[in-house]
């Protein structure tokens, strides 16, 4: 089943709080919250994870010190795809990697492939941890939050010989043709108009550095640059790929161990596609262990097409992200609009779990959550539409839809008002013509924070 009105947090962390604790920000009681995979444990699962553990500092905490997970391969923050060319490992985003809380280098990993690959490795130690816990007799709960497509963009040599011509086209006719593609897989809603192509306007981000990281019409670009960005996509679709393949051997495992039909598997995106300029070194091209070099925002607008703007962006371009979910015991293939939020994902989990959230835990309250369970719409009914959905990092680029409206802000400037049903893209910012309606939503909004004790803080100095 394909949700096409699915809401992330519009990044990573944030995402991941989401999913571990039903809430989108920190409450009064948040340090009382219970996580998903301890609850899962609780019920009887064998809980295991394989990837990236950068959560918010209030997530972390809740997870660090209960340890909910049978097994456990992760790292923070940013790791690199290859093991480092100088054979260190140390430093910002060249962190070990923990097995069970023992640290790992990649030298001393057990892969099925050399040379080592992120992507690939993750697959190897998720694979034998399903095993594991298959022996075990128990219901399990894997969670696999590969680092692809995150920068640095790294990849195997024939991954990206295979799309090394996909991209010569440009961003301008990619963009076109996925946008036919959507609206003829009835992927976007019939209405959508396709958004103009965006720079990057956040301005709590460091800025661009040269016209190779602004958007132009791709007929305007030399020729020798259009090859330098053509690869640069190439190397991300080659990191897509290397995605694709590994959750392909997950679905395969799951068929040799005749957990196919019983198994739920939801495939997600944190946020949407990251137009920053986070490079190191502009002469060494993408793709390579010795690259550190991100997508430029043409291609993120490519990525996030026919949305707006981009990751930590409130607007559809950072916020909406398609979710899917397969269980073919129970779920009918097909596509579904219902509204859905990453918040939803832990009542649906236990409900199917068939355990609760606890009202209280050690003698105190826990705080309610922000979601609600999704099964109905799983089996092809409906549930009530929320009340409201939350999105966008931090107030700076804070999001609350309401029904078939829509508040949003850019760099904490002023509130838009967007009608989405009309208006999918969000071309048309009714906040001048509808200014009691939008001070109607705003109110609302003010209200859900003041009920529900929530922590919205409008500047992030730690997390930019």
């Not at 219902?338 to 779990?353: F, K």
Request: with cysteine; net charge negative.
């Amino acid at each position: 089943m394909r949700f096409t009105s699915f809401y992330n947090m519009s990044k990573c962390e944030t995402t991941r709080a989401a999913i571990y604790t039903g809430l989108v920000t920190e409450k009064r009681h948040a340090a009382n919250a219970r996580t998903l995979p301890e609850l899962l444990r609780g019920a009887g699962y064998h809980t295991v994870m394989v990837g990236k553990k950068h959560f918010r500092d209030w997530a972390s905490d809740l997870l660090l010190e209960r340890r909910p997970f049978d097994d456990a391969l992760t790292f923070y923050g940013l790791a690199p795809y290859f093991e480092s060319p100088d054979g260190t490992w140390d430093g910002e985003w060249h962190r070990p990697f923990l097995l069970n809380g023992e640290e790992l280098l990649p030298s001393q990993m057990d892969v099925e492939r050399e040379p080592f690959y992120q992507t690939d490795a993750f697959t190897d130690y998720a694979l034998r941890f399903l095993d594991k816990a298959h022996a075990t007799g128990k219901p399990f709960f894997l969670y696999l939050p590969y680092h692809a497509p995150h920068y640095p963009l790294q990849a195997r040599e024939e991954d990206i010989a295979r799309y090394r011509d996909t991209y010569r086209a440009g961003w301008d006719a990619i963009r076109a043709e996925r946008f036919r593609r959507q609206r003829e897989l009835g992927a976007v809603p019939a209405n959508a108009r396709l958004s103009p192509p965006e720079d990057n306007i956040n301005r709590f981000r460091a800025p661009y550095r040269g016209d190779i990281y602004r958007y132009r019409p791709w007929d305007e670009v030399e020729p020798a640059e259009q090859d330098a960005l053509a690869l640069e996509m190439a190397v991300f679709a080659a990191m897509v790929d290397r995605l694709d393949r590994n959750i392909g051997r997950v679905l395969d495992r799951l068929r040799t161990l005749g957990l196919e039909d019983d198994t739920l598997v939801l495939f997600l995106a944190d946020n949407g596609s990251c137009p920053y300029d986070s490079n190191e070194d502009f002469a060494i091209p993408p793709g390579g262990p010795g690259s550190f070099r991100t997508l430029s925002a043409a291609w993120a607008n490519v990525g996030n097409t026919p949305w707006r703007y981009f990751k930590q962006y409130g607007h559809e371009g950072g916020s909406r992200t398609p979710l899917l979910a397969r269980w073919p015991a129970r779920i009918e293939p097909g596509t579904t609009d219902a509204p859905a939020h990453v918040a939803d994902l832990l009542p649906t989990l236990l409900d199917i779990a068939g355990t609760e959230y606890p009202a209280t835990a050690g003698g105190n309250p826990t705080p309610a959550l922000d979601g609600a369970s999704l099964l109905p719409v799983l089996d092809g009914d409906s549930r009530p539409q929320p009340e409201l959905m939350i999105s966008g990092f931090t107030e700076r680029f804070r999001m609350v839809r309401m029904g078939d409206w829509k508040i949003v802000r850019v760099n904490a400037e002023s509130w838009q008002l967007y009608h989405l049903p009309s208006d999918p893209t969000e071309l048309d910012d009714r906040a001048a013509s509808e200014p009691a309606l939008l001070e109607e939503l705003v109110a609302r909004y003010e209200a859900w924070i003041d009920e529900h004790g929530a922590v919205m803080p409008l500047y992030d100095e730690a997390n930019p």
